[in-house]
């Protein structure tokens, strides 16, 4: 017996500004399905996870699993059994998950098994690059899910190219933007940049927890370099996630952090606190999936410290330039930067706060 509940999964901290908009469009009367929401609890720090629902204003979460950090493997088990236990008891018309993590493609396994249908939202991104585990991730995830729902256009490329049938294929733009959009007048009017004692305009924004950035010394140093050249030319905040903080500790890199007094060593940020921080940046640099997309959104400068990308449309039509391995390039294009010579970019196909909303008129039309 299936019941007509939707339930959305989120598990770590990119997932929550996806899920928030769907919430929204999907509220009471919207749509004819009852909203359930469920915690794998792969994040669950306050600044990595607690944090996000406040400010969201999201309900707290019906379902939490609780698996918490692990290896890849036990991670990925842990959400894999807990969500499959789960759905035995509840049976909904349907599970959407969102983006890339483990809990996207762990629930999307789980729940494909029992013959619940599942919405995978920013379906289709691809790096190409088997060795960054969000890939595996999105590839097993788009091969078994029903519904792909596109972010930019490169998706559906993508997945046409695997030879997913274009019914199970819907663009409906990013719904992370959607979030951005609606936080953006909250984020400004908090001055978190004058807050911090920096003018706006006047200050870097970095960001950095990628296993292939932060888990090898050679290249965390060739990046603590990069930070500390730049923060001789304009001030750094650098907020550090749990995993790259234990790495500079580890690798004994955050004492020279620390005496660094242009670089603004900091926890995790909440949402509205880094989009004010990046609405005021003169330049973004990052490893993050996410932050390419609001930089484009934001028209803010952004260099991403990974060779390849499966946000393209970031650096076709948006701010970003990918500088891979390259620490020199990074440095010409900060170069660029300051000199205010770099792109602005353009607006991408989809990105324009509605993305929920599509996306929830393909849900009550698939599972109506
Ligand atoms: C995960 C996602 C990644 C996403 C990132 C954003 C996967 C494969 N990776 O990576 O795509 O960009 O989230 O943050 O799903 N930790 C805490 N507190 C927390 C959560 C984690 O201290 O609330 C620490 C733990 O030591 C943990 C480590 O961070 O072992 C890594 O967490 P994990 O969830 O395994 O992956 P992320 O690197 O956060």
Redesign the pocket.
Known sequence: MTDDAVVFVA????NFMKVAPMLRAMREGAAPFRRVLVHTG????D???EVFFREFEMPAPDVHLNVG??S?GA?TAKVLAAFEDYLLGARPRGVVVV?????TMACTLAAVKLGVPVAHLEAGLRSFDRTM??EI?RLVTDAVADLLLTSERAGDANLAREGIPAERVRFVGNVMIDTLFQQLPRARDLRVPETLGLAPGGYALATL???SNVDDAARLTALVDLLERLAGRVPVVFPA???TR?RLDRFGLLPRVAATPTIHLREPLGYRENLGLMAGAALVLTD??GIQEETTALHVPCLTLRANTERPATVSEGTNTLVGDDLGAAWSCIEEVLAGTYKRGGDVEGWDGHAAERATRVLVEAWG
């Open positions: 598990g770590a901290r990119p792969q994040h669950y720090d600044a990595m996870s950090s692990g890849h991670q983006g890339d993590v483990n809990s585990p969000e991730n927890h990628r296993p996630h749990p995993r234990e993050s999936g």
